[in-house]
C-alpha cells in the first residue's frame, strides 16, 4: 500500500512515516524544505532501514501537484501535514498562511476526486476551539471564531475538506492535536525548531542546554492551580500512530461518516510550571526562568476529552509528560553534540 505523507520531513511528518514504514505501508514523501531538512531521510532510514521515496514540491504549485499525481496513481492514502504552523507568524503574514495551508490542500483534493476512491487524513489542530467553554475539550465543541490566521486556515481547511468529501468518493479524518512535543525516543529524529523557538518544550531543552539565558513565562494570572496557562503535550510518537490507526481505518472501510473528527491528546491538562518541573526532573537540571506578562492570543486552557480517539478510533496516548520531556530533551543533547 503506497501512502503520501506530504510534509513528511517535518516534526509530526517524519516520526508519521516512520510509524508507517514500522507497519509496512510503502511511503513517498513531498516536503519543500521550507521549515526542516533533508538529513530527517537519514534519521528515518536509522530508525527503520528504509528510506522513502521523497520529491522537493512546493505543493502551492498547481501543476507540479497534477503532475504528481499522474506519475503516481497508485497512492491509496494521502496524510497531509504539509503547512506553515507559526501563531505569531501568521498574525504577520497571513496570505502566506492563506496561500500555503489552503491553496495547497485544494490543489491536493482537486487531484483526488478524480480518483475512484480517496482516503485523506487532515492534520488539524485544538487551536480551532480558540478558548473552549468547558474542558475536558469534545469534540463538538463550538469552533472559535476570528481566530489566528493559522487557526482560520485549520478550521477553514476541515470545512473545505468536508464540503468536498460530501459530494466526491474522498473519505477523510480529520486530527486534531493538542501540544505535540518529544522526540523519537532513538533520538535519530525529533523537533528542529528554526531560529528562536515559539513552542515551550524546545524552548525550554535549548535554555537547559544553555543555548537560552532563560525561560520567560508567559503569565502566572491564570485562572489555573498555579496561575501559569494549562495545556495538553502529547508524545509526537503517540500522535504519530494515531494517523496510522486512522489511515488503516479508512482503508479498512471501517469509517461511520465520510468524515470523523477525533481530538489527540492525553485527555491530561499540565501546567507551563508542571512542564518545567517536569524537565527539571527528568535532566536533574535547574531551569532558569522568569514571569513575565501574558502572550497575545493565548487561551487560560486547552486539554482533550479523549473518548472518542479511545472508544471510537480505538487509540490511547501511552506515554507520560516526564517520558516526553524525557525524550525531548534526549534529542536536544545529541544534536548539540
Ligand atoms: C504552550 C504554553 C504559552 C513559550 C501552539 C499553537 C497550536 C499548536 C501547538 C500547531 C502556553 C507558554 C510558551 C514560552 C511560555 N501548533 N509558553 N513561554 O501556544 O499552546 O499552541 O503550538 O498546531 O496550534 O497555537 O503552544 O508551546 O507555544 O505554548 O510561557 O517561551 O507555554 O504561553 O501557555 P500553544 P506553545
Known sequence: MKVLVTGGLGFIGSHTVVELQNEGFEVIVIDNLSNTSLSVLDGIQNITGKVPQYENIDLREKERVQDFFKRHQDISGVIHFAASKAVGESVENPLLYYENNVSALVYILQQLQQKPEANFIFSSSCTVYGQAEKMPITEDAALQQALSPYGNTKAIGEEIITDTAKVTNINAILLRYFNPIGSHPTAEIGELPLGIPQNLVPFITQTGFGLRKELAVYGDDYPTPDGTAVRDYIHVVDLAKAHVIALQRL????????????????????????????????????????????????????????DEANNVLGWKAQSTLDEAMASAWKWEQKIRS
Not at 518545567?276 to 526562568?289: A, C, N, T
Open 251 to 306: 482503508l479498512n472501510k471501517k469509517n461511520k461518516s465520510k468524515v470523523e473528527t477525533f481530538n489527540l491528546g492525553t485527555g491530561t491538562g499540565s501546567s507551563v510550571l508542571e512542564v518545567i518541573h517536569s524537565f527539571e526532573k527528568v535532566s536533574g537540571k535547574k531551569l532558569p526562568f522568569k514571569i513575565v506578562g501574558r502572550r497575545e492570543g493565548d487561551v487560560t486552557s486547552a486539554y482533550a476529552n479523549t
